[in-house]
Structure formats: structure tokens, C-alpha cells
């Protein structure tokens, strides 16, 4: 008799709100079991819950993404739970403001630690797991990585390395046979970016925005690097940003009565 079909099983960090819990809705849409991990247990478990009444099998666990012993005790739950991981997704991330003068050695390490440690010991610490599932990584990085704009110094550096440890691993795992990409969004209307644009000058958030990407489409963007096309690619960064990062704004984010967006003014970004 053949083994019964199991699920591929999926982990997604920062999914307690806006792209990670976008990320676990569209993976378990299609078909995944998901681990939501957050910092914040409550987010993490509640997320779970509504994916779980929905129908799909999910595990809720608290993950500070930093800290390599909890990805340890995350490992054992998972192993314990679905017995194995086939995708990894990175999704946790923080964005603070600040120039290379403004930026002080503790949001330095503090952005460096969360956006791209975490990363690099989620990856570390599950290759077993995705060894033997020749399995995949997802990182999620912004079209800024590539397409710098003043008064995001240690963002920007953070996601640029993210991208050079998208690509190392990518090659380092060629042939283990595990993928690695990055997912780079433009502008995503998420509760933390609302909580951002309210302290740099948009207490409006998202009205007046035109063509945002939604936490679902980042989702679908994931779910792509699963599908047999997918396992194909490896060492890339997909875009999903309505062409912010060939063309910078676009010509589509701005607020009717501006002729530019104040997104992209420098003045705003480091306006505290
Ligand atoms: N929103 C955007 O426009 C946008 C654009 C480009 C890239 N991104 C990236 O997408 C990712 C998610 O952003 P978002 O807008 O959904 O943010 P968000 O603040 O709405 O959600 C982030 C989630 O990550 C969790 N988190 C933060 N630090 C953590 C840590 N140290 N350990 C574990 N969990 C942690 C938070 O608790 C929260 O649930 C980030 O990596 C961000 O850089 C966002």
C-alpha cells in the first residue's frame, strides 16, 4: 500500500499580522500545514486559530527570531508536531528610520539582530529538516534592498545583506537540492506600516495611495517558489511592487492634490 499524501508543512515567522499572516493564509490556502511564529505569542496563536477554523492544520508558536534557543525549542515543537519543514519563510522584520549619522549602535544592532540574524539562524537551525525535504526558503525583503532612498540606513543595509544571505544560500544548497529566493514588496498596507506612517507624516494611511500590494498577493508570491516552476529558481528576487523598483515611484503613489509622492521626500522619511 502507498504511504498516505502528507501536507507539506510550512513555518512563517512574524506571522501574528500583516505580511506573515498573509504569508500562512495563502500558504494554507494551498494546501500547506503552517507554523505562525511571532514575537508576539498572542498574535501568533490567535492567527492560527482562524486559519485552523478555516479548515487548515496550523500551529501557533511563540518565536523571538533573534534568539537561537528558541529557534531550537521551535525545531523540536515542529518535529514533534509535523515531523519535518519543507519551506522557510522569513518574513519578521522591523523598519525603523534613520541616516547613517542618526543611527545609534543599539537600532543598529537591534535591526541587524531581527531583519537579518533571525534570518540566518532560521536557516541554520532547520537544515536538517529542509535536507531532507530538499526543501525551500523564502525571504522577505523590500524593493528598497535594491532601490535605496535616504533615512532608511539600517533598514536598507539590513535587507541588502538579506539579499547577499538569499544568494549564498541559494549556492551553498544547490545541491541539497533546497531553493532560496526573496520576495521584495513595494508599499503593503499592514498594521505596522500604518503605525509608521503616522509618525512620518501620513496619519492618513493608505488613503490616497494608489496600487498598493496587498499581504495576500505577497502570499501568492510565496506560494509561487512551492509550485514545480518555483522549485526551479533559486538565488532570485521576485518584485511585487507595481514596477516601484524599475521605475522608483512609479507615477502611481501619490496623493491627488501632490505631484509627488511625499513618500519618496526625503524630508518626511526622517521627519520623527
Ligand atoms: N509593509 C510594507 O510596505 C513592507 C514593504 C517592504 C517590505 N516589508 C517587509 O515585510 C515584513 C513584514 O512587514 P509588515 O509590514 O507586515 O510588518 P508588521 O509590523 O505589520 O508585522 C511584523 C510582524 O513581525 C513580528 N516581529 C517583529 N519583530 C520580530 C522578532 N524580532 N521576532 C519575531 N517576530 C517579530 C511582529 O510582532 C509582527 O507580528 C518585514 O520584513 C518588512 O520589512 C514590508
Given at each position: 500500500?502507498?504511504?498516505?499524501?502528507?501536507r507539506?508543512?510550512a513555518?512563517v515567522?512574524?506571522?501574528?499580522?500583516?505580511?506573515?499572516?498573509?504569508?500562512?493564509?495563502?500558504l494554507?490556502?494551498a494546501?500547506?500545514?503552517?507554523?505562525?511564529t511571532?514575537r508576539?505569542?498572542?498574535?501568533?496563536?490567535a492567527?492560527?486559530?482562524v486559519l485552523?477554523?478555516g479548515?487548515?492544520?496550523?500551529?501557533?508558536l511563540?518565536?523571538e527570531v533573534s534568539?537561537s534557543q528558541a529557534?531550537?525549542r521551535v525545531r523540536?515543537?515542529?518535529?514533534?508536531?509535523f515531523?519535518g519543514l519543507?519551506?522557510l519563510v522569513?518574513s519578521a522584520g522591523?523598519s525603523?528610520?534613520g541616516?547613517?549619522e542618526?543611527?545609534?549602535?543599539a537600532?543598529?544592532?537591534l535591526?541587524?539582530?531581527?531583519?537579518?540574524k533571525?534570518?540566518?539562524l532560521?536557516?541554520?537551525?532547520?537544515?536538517p529538516?529542509?535536507?531532507a525535504?530538499r526543501?525551500?526558503v523564502?525571504n522577505?525583503g523590500?524593493?528598497?534592498?535594491?532601490?535605496?532612498m535616504p533615512?532608511?540606513?539600517?533598514y536598507?543595509?539590513s535587507?541588502a545583506g538579506?539579499?547577499g544571505?538569499?544568494?549564498?544560500?541559494a549556492v551553498?544548497?544547490?545541491?541539497a537540492?533546497?531553493?532560496?529566493n526573496?520576495v521584495?514588496?513595494g508599499?503593503?498596507?499592514?498594521?505596522?506600516?500604518r503605525?509608521?506612517?503616522?509618525k512620518?507624516?501620513r496619519?492618513?494611511f493608505?488613503?490616497?495611495?494608489?496600487?498598493?500590494?496587498?499581504?495576500?498577493?505577497i502570499g501568492?508570491?510565496?506560494v509561487?517558489?512551492?509550485?514545480?516552476?518555483g522549485r526551479?529558481v533559486?538565488?532570485?528576487?521576485?518584485?511585487?511592487d507595481s514596477?516601484?523598483?524599475v521605475a522608483?515611484?512609479?507615477g502611481m503613489i501619490y496623493l491627488?492634490?501632490?505631484?509627488?509622492t511625499?513618500?519618496?521626500?526625503?524630508e518626511?522619511a526622517l521627519?520623527s
Open positions: 500500500m502507498s504511504e498516505p499524501f502528507k507539506p508543512v513555518l515567522t512574524g506571522a501574528g499580522q500583516g505580511i506573515g499572516q498573509g504569508i500562512a493564509r495563502a494554507a490556502k494546501g500547506h500545514r503552517v507554523v505562525l511571532d508576539n505569542a498572542e498574535t501568533a496563536l492567527s492560527a486559530a485552523a477554523d479548515g487548515a492544520e496550523t500551529l501557533g511563540h518565536l534568539d529557534w531550537e523540536a515543537e515542529v518535529e514533534a508536531c515531523g519543507d519551506l522569513n522591523i525603523p528610520r541616516t547613517v542618526t543611527t545609534d549602535e537600532l543598529w544592532e535591526t541587524l539582530a531581527v531583519n537579518l533571525g534570518p540566518w532560521g536557516i541554520k537551525t532547520f537544515l529538516l529542509l535536507r525535504s526543501g525551500g523564502v522577505i523590500t524593493t528598497r534592498a535594491t532601490r535605496p533615512g532608511l540606513f539600517s536598507i543595509t535587507k538579506l539579499l544571505l538569499t544568494q549564498q544560500v551553498e544548497y544547490i545541491d537540492g533546497i531553493t532560496c526573496m521584495a514588496p508599499w503593503v498596507d499592514t498594521p505596522g506600516e503605525v509608521l506612517q503616522a512620518h507624516g496619519p492618513d493608505p488613503n490616497g495611495v494608489r496600487n498598493l500590494t496587498t499581504s495576500d498577493e501568492d508570491a510565496v509561487f517558489f512551492t509550485t514545480p516552476a526551479k533559486t538565488g532570485q528576487i521576485l518584485y511585487i514596477g516601484m523598483h522608483d515611484d512609479a491627488p492634490h501632490e505631484s509627488r511625499r513618500y519618496h521626500d526625503p518626511v521627519r
